[in-house]
Protein backbone atom coordinates (compact mmCIF):
# COMPACT_ATOMS: atom_id res chain seq x y z
CA UNK A 1 0.00 0.00 0.00
CA UNK A 2 1.45 3.47 -1.00
CA UNK A 3 0.70 6.42 1.01
CA UNK A 4 0.56 10.35 0.68
CA UNK A 5 4.19 12.17 1.44
CA UNK A 6 2.29 14.94 3.69
CA UNK A 7 -0.32 13.66 6.27
CA UNK A 8 -0.34 15.37 9.66
CA UNK A 9 -0.66 13.69 12.77
CA UNK A 10 -3.93 13.01 14.57
CA UNK A 11 -2.73 15.70 16.86
CA UNK A 12 0.58 17.43 16.48
CA UNK A 13 2.29 20.45 18.22
CA UNK A 14 1.42 23.70 17.95
CA UNK A 15 3.39 25.97 15.21
CA UNK A 16 4.59 28.99 17.76
CA UNK A 17 7.14 31.45 17.97
CA UNK A 18 9.09 32.53 15.21
CA UNK A 19 8.08 29.79 13.03
CA UNK A 20 4.65 30.79 13.46
CA UNK A 21 5.71 34.04 12.49
CA UNK A 22 7.35 33.18 9.53
CA UNK A 23 4.16 30.93 8.53
CA UNK A 24 1.69 33.98 9.08
CA UNK A 25 3.81 35.96 6.82
CA UNK A 26 3.83 32.93 4.06
CA UNK A 27 -0.10 32.96 4.39
CA UNK A 28 -0.75 36.98 4.44
CA UNK A 29 1.64 37.21 1.58
CA UNK A 30 -0.89 34.69 -0.36
CA UNK A 31 -4.08 36.40 0.88
CA UNK A 32 -2.41 39.63 -0.89
CA UNK A 33 -1.57 37.80 -4.04
CA UNK A 34 -4.37 35.75 -4.37
CA UNK A 35 -7.99 36.06 -4.65
CA UNK A 36 -10.70 33.59 -5.15
CA UNK A 37 -12.15 33.32 -8.41
CA UNK A 38 -15.52 31.95 -9.44
CA UNK A 39 -15.33 30.22 -12.40
CA UNK A 40 -19.83 29.90 -12.72
CA UNK A 41 -20.14 30.84 -16.48
CA UNK A 42 -16.44 30.67 -17.05
CA UNK A 43 -15.79 28.98 -20.28
CA UNK A 44 -11.81 29.48 -20.96
CA UNK A 45 -10.18 26.30 -20.09
CA UNK A 46 -6.89 26.35 -18.04
CA UNK A 47 -3.64 24.17 -18.61
CA UNK A 48 -3.96 20.77 -17.13
CA UNK A 49 -0.73 19.75 -18.39
CA UNK A 50 0.75 22.30 -15.83
CA UNK A 51 0.55 19.63 -12.76
CA UNK A 52 2.54 17.17 -15.06
CA UNK A 53 5.42 19.36 -14.89
CA UNK A 54 5.86 19.16 -11.18
CA UNK A 55 7.02 17.24 -9.34
CA UNK A 56 6.82 17.00 -5.85
CA UNK A 57 10.96 16.60 -4.27
CA UNK A 58 10.42 14.13 -1.55
CA UNK A 59 13.64 14.73 0.87
CA UNK A 60 13.48 18.92 0.32
CA UNK A 61 9.66 19.15 0.70
CA UNK A 62 9.29 21.22 -1.91
CA UNK A 63 7.43 21.04 -5.35
CA UNK A 64 9.76 22.05 -8.27
CA UNK A 65 9.18 22.14 -11.79
CA UNK A 66 10.30 18.98 -14.13
CA UNK A 67 12.54 19.40 -17.09
CA UNK A 68 10.47 16.81 -19.07
CA UNK A 69 7.29 14.64 -18.19
CA UNK A 70 9.69 11.86 -16.53
CA UNK A 71 10.12 12.35 -12.85
CA UNK A 72 13.81 12.69 -11.48
CA UNK A 73 15.03 10.52 -8.79
CA UNK A 74 13.45 11.28 -5.03
CA UNK A 75 10.36 12.85 -6.70
CA UNK A 76 6.57 11.94 -6.61
CA UNK A 77 3.84 13.44 -8.23
CA UNK A 78 2.11 16.68 -6.56
CA UNK A 79 -1.16 14.09 -6.77
CA UNK A 80 1.20 11.68 -4.61
CA UNK A 81 2.29 13.89 -2.11
CA UNK A 82 -1.06 15.33 -0.55
CA UNK A 83 -4.56 14.12 -1.43
CA UNK A 84 -7.02 16.40 -3.04
CA UNK A 85 -9.05 16.10 0.43
CA UNK A 86 -6.33 17.77 2.45
CA UNK A 87 -5.52 20.51 -0.31
CA UNK A 88 -9.47 21.60 0.20
CA UNK A 89 -9.32 21.35 3.59
CA UNK A 90 -5.82 23.75 3.27
CA UNK A 91 -7.21 26.32 0.81
CA UNK A 92 -10.14 26.69 3.66
CA UNK A 93 -7.45 27.04 6.29
CA UNK A 94 -6.00 30.04 4.33
CA UNK A 95 -8.34 31.57 2.04
CA UNK A 96 -12.10 31.94 1.93
CA UNK A 97 -12.39 29.42 -1.09
CA UNK A 98 -15.23 29.84 -3.56
CA UNK A 99 -15.69 26.09 -4.51
CA UNK A 100 -18.10 24.23 -7.26
CA UNK A 101 -18.72 20.95 -6.00
CA UNK A 102 -20.01 19.26 -8.71
CA UNK A 103 -20.97 15.45 -6.27
CA UNK A 104 -21.55 12.55 -8.16
CA UNK A 105 -22.74 13.81 -11.26
CA UNK A 106 -19.40 15.38 -12.10
CA UNK A 107 -17.86 11.85 -12.72
CA UNK A 108 -14.61 12.42 -12.67
CA UNK A 109 -14.16 16.00 -10.56
CA UNK A 110 -16.21 16.51 -7.70
CA UNK A 111 -14.61 19.99 -6.38
CA UNK A 112 -12.81 22.65 -8.27
CA UNK A 113 -11.78 25.83 -6.87
CA UNK A 114 -9.82 28.83 -8.79
CA UNK A 115 -7.54 32.08 -7.36
CA UNK A 116 -6.61 34.89 -9.90
CA UNK A 117 -3.05 36.72 -9.02
CA UNK A 118 -4.24 39.90 -10.46
CA UNK A 119 -0.82 41.83 -10.39
CA UNK A 120 0.76 38.66 -12.64
CA UNK A 121 -2.19 38.46 -14.64
CA UNK A 122 -2.35 34.20 -13.97
CA UNK A 123 -5.26 31.82 -12.62
CA UNK A 124 -4.59 28.82 -10.55
CA UNK A 125 -7.32 26.07 -10.32
CA UNK A 126 -6.97 23.22 -7.61
CA UNK A 127 -9.23 20.49 -8.23
CA UNK A 128 -9.91 16.86 -7.84
CA UNK A 129 -9.82 14.45 -10.84
CA UNK A 130 -10.49 10.76 -10.84
CA UNK A 131 -9.66 10.82 -6.79
CA UNK A 132 -6.15 12.87 -6.92
CA UNK A 133 -5.10 16.82 -6.92
CA UNK A 134 -5.13 18.56 -10.10
CA UNK A 135 -3.46 22.08 -10.83
CA UNK A 136 -4.15 23.90 -13.69
CA UNK A 137 -2.80 27.29 -14.75
CA UNK A 138 -3.86 29.83 -17.21
CA UNK A 139 -3.06 33.74 -18.60
CA UNK A 140 -5.63 36.21 -17.75
CA UNK A 141 -3.94 37.85 -20.71
CA UNK A 142 -2.38 36.65 -24.22
CA UNK A 143 1.38 35.32 -24.55
CA UNK A 144 3.46 32.88 -22.97
CA UNK A 145 4.14 31.62 -19.10
CA UNK A 146 6.58 33.90 -17.35
CA UNK A 147 9.28 32.91 -14.86
CA UNK A 148 7.73 35.56 -12.06
CA UNK A 149 4.64 33.36 -12.46
CA UNK A 150 5.93 30.07 -12.73
CA UNK A 151 7.51 31.12 -9.04
CA UNK A 152 4.39 32.55 -7.94
CA UNK A 153 2.59 29.77 -8.73
CA UNK A 154 4.95 27.37 -7.03
CA UNK A 155 5.39 29.67 -3.94
CA UNK A 156 1.62 29.03 -3.07
CA UNK A 157 1.48 25.43 -3.96
CA UNK A 158 4.84 25.33 -1.43
CA UNK A 159 2.48 27.10 0.80
CA UNK A 160 -0.34 24.76 0.65
CA UNK A 161 1.80 21.54 0.94
CA UNK A 162 4.25 22.98 3.97
CA UNK A 163 4.28 20.47 6.71
CA UNK A 164 3.93 23.46 9.49
CA UNK A 165 0.90 25.80 7.57
CA UNK A 166 -1.54 26.16 9.81
CA UNK A 167 -4.92 26.04 10.69
CA UNK A 168 -6.54 29.96 11.69
CA UNK A 169 -6.88 28.18 15.54
CA UNK A 170 -3.85 28.79 17.43
CA UNK A 171 -1.00 27.40 15.48
CA UNK A 172 -2.55 24.04 14.98
CA UNK A 173 -1.34 22.22 11.90
CA UNK A 174 -3.44 22.17 9.17
CA UNK A 175 -4.97 18.60 9.05
CA UNK A 176 -4.14 17.97 12.91
CA UNK A 177 -6.80 18.30 16.05
CA UNK A 178 -6.41 20.52 19.03
Known amino acids: MREYIIKPDYVSARVEGAA ?45 RRKDYSLPPGTVGVYQAISSALMLYRLACVFKPIVQFKGREAYKCTWSAAFRNKALGIDILFYEWKGALTIGLRLTGSGQFSEAQYAAALDLINLLLAPNLTHPYDGVVAGSVA
Do not use: H
Open 20 to 64: AAVVDSFIAKARKAWKPLSLRGDKVGFCGNFASGLAYDVAAGVVV
